[in-house]
């Protein structure tokens, strides 16, 4: 059974989410089924790197990945981005050894440098139709990337 972790940005009791003016700073909980909380814009540098985390849940509220954020999570095997993503900074899922599949929003329209690098068992990636760039070595070794959808 899934255990998420919910949480409300206002609440201050929340030891999970570590939270400045809209930019989640850091996560400090166990669950490896996380949902980030509303009223979220910005997930910070590095901020789940490194981490075991299986499962994201991402706020309707986010707007920016920033470089690291999920950099060599390798438990995660899916993402989908939401709706109101502008942008996904470098490196921002880079080394995610088991991410298989990838869902973009149409809202982004730039993919950053060495975003998915080393995603070596990425298999499937949904492009935005907007999407105006897509920066150096983006999907470098991803040998394993075998359908682009757009």
Do not use: W
Request: include cysteine.
């Amino acid at each position: 059974m899934k255990r998420y972790v919910r949480s409300d940005i206002n609440k201050k009791n929340n030891s999970d989410f570590v939270i400045k003016d809209g930019v989640l700073k850091a996560y400090r909980g166990q669950s490896k089924h996380v949902v980030i909380p509303q009223g979220v814009k910005e997930i910070d540098q590095y901020c789940f790197s490194g981490s075991d985390i299986v499962t994201v849940k991402f706020s309707k509220s986010l707007t920016s990945i920033d470089a690291g954020a999920f950099a060599r999570c390798n438990s995660i095997r899916t993402i989908t981005l939401p709706n109101t993503l502008k942008k996904l900074g470098s490196y921002a899922f880079t080394r995610c050894e088991n991410l298989i599949s990838i869902d973009m929003p149409d809202s982004l329209d730039y993919i950053s440098m060495s975003c998915f690098e080393e995603c070596i068992n990425l298999t499937k990636v949904n492009l935005p139709s907007k999407l105006k760039n897509i920066n150096y070595k983006a999907f470098y070794k991803c040998q394993s990337l075998r359908q682009i959808s757009i």
